[in-house]
Structures are given as structure tokens and as C-alpha cells.
């Protein structure tokens, strides 16, 4: 999956020349030689960042859609985008401006999670690199355009918007572990102090 991801930013950026031999595909791009084979993909030099195209609605879904989400997760990805997005129109109109174009990529992408935040530093987005590898945990309880994605997402259940004690009470079950406990129990005071800040600036009860 990552390496679809890598593949689809080479050809959706122009300027790309394509060349086939046998079974493998090789992009030259950039004076980097990108090879395909066997579903493994790199770059001649490793350390290479891609010159990327502007992220839209179209290519975050073809991105998306390059990791094989279930249909349930990309549905609950939009209703996250969603309340993401009115999250920020709120905050707007009491005139606190964030990045809604971020927030909104970042809040579909966010599901990379798994391929790690590591995936698009290197494809040249370190601001959806910096929300995706947020995605289970804030690094600092702060108001900014991940907090308002991670926000979101502990909004919603599913599809459904819920509260965040009913959000975190559900799934509580899937901690196995002390470690997995604490983490659950960090997140949950991190959404708490964040829906707060919200509700108090915006005067409004979420």
C-alpha cells in the first residue's frame, strides 16, 4: 500500500517519463530513477523528497483509495471530515483562523496512520505528516489544525456523532495491555481539554 501511494504521486506530478522492460516499470523523474517491480518501489537516491502536486479533494481520495480503506472507515472518514471542517468554520466566525484546506486533508488522509506519518514527510507534506502521525495521540494539548482533526474523530462513531465518554467508553475493550490503557486514558483528557478550549471560545456546547 505504501508503495502504491509513492507510485501515484510520481504519476499524478508532471514531467514524469515512463520506460518498460519485461515486467518492470521504470520513472525517470527529476533525474531520480523511480523502479516498480514486484510491488516494491524506491527511489535512486533514498533520502529523496518528491516535488508534489497540490493536494485536493480528487487526489486525497485516489490516495486514500491507494490503501485499500474498508468502506465502513472511509465512511467514517468523511463524517470526521465533516465535523472537522464545521469545527473550524465555528472557530473562524468567533475569529480564530485555522488552515481548513489542511484540516480537511489531513482529516482524509488521517487513516495512513498505519503506513506512518514517515510516508508523506518524504512525499513532501510534513503538515499531513505531522496530523497523520497525531492521529492516536497528540503530542502537546494545543489548539491547531491536528488537534481539531483529532478532535473529530473522537466525535464520531462510525458515522454518527457522539459524545466523547461514550466515544472512549466503547472502545475501552480494545486495550489488551497497561500500556494501551494509559494511552486510551491520555487521549480521553487530551479530546476533554480540547472540546473545552473549543466550547469556550466559540461560547457554544459540542
Known amino acids: ?123 513532501g507534506y510534513p503538515e499531513i505528516s505531522q496530523i497523520i502521525s497525531q492521529h492516536h495521540g497528540l503530542l502537546e494539548t494545543k489548539l491547531d489544525e491536528a488537534a481539531i482533526v483529532f478532535l473529530a474523530d473522537k466525535l464520531i462513531q462510525e458515522t454518527q456523532r457522539v459524545t466523547i465518554e461514550k466515544r472512549f467508553a466503547d472502545s475501552m475493550s480494545k486495550c489488551k495491555s497497561p500500556e494501551a490503557c494509559k494511552a486510551h486514558e491520555q487521549q480521553l483528557e487530551q479530546a476533554r481539554k480540547l472540546q473545552d478550549m473549543i466550547q469556550s471560545l466559540c461560547h457554544i456546547t459540542l
Open 1 to 123: 500500500a505504501i508503495n502504491d501511494v509513492k507510485l501515484l504521486l510520481v504519476l499524478t506530478y508532471q514531467n514524469s517519463r515512463f520506460f518498460t522492460r519485461k515486467n518492470n516499470i521504470i520513472i525517470s523523474f527529476q533525474k531520480q530513477v523511480l523502479l516498480y517491480e514486484k510491488n516494491n518501489i524506491s527511489f535512486s537516491d533514498p533520502s529523496y523528497i518528491l516535488p508534489h502536486p497540490e493536494l485536493n479533494d480528487g487526489l486525497c481520495f485516489r490516495l486514500r483509495n491507494a490503501v485499500s480503506l474498508p468502506r465502513h472507515v472511509q465512511a467514517h472518514s468523511d463524517a470526521v471530515t465533516e465535523l472537522a471542517c464545521c469545527l473550524c468554520n465555528m472557530l473562524e466566525s468567533n475569529g480564530y483562523i485555522f488552515d481548513q484546506k489542511l484540516v480537511r486533508s489531513g482529516a482524509l488522509l488521517r487513516h495512513h496512520a498505519k503506513t506512518g506519518g514517515e510516508l508523506f514527510l518524504q512525499l
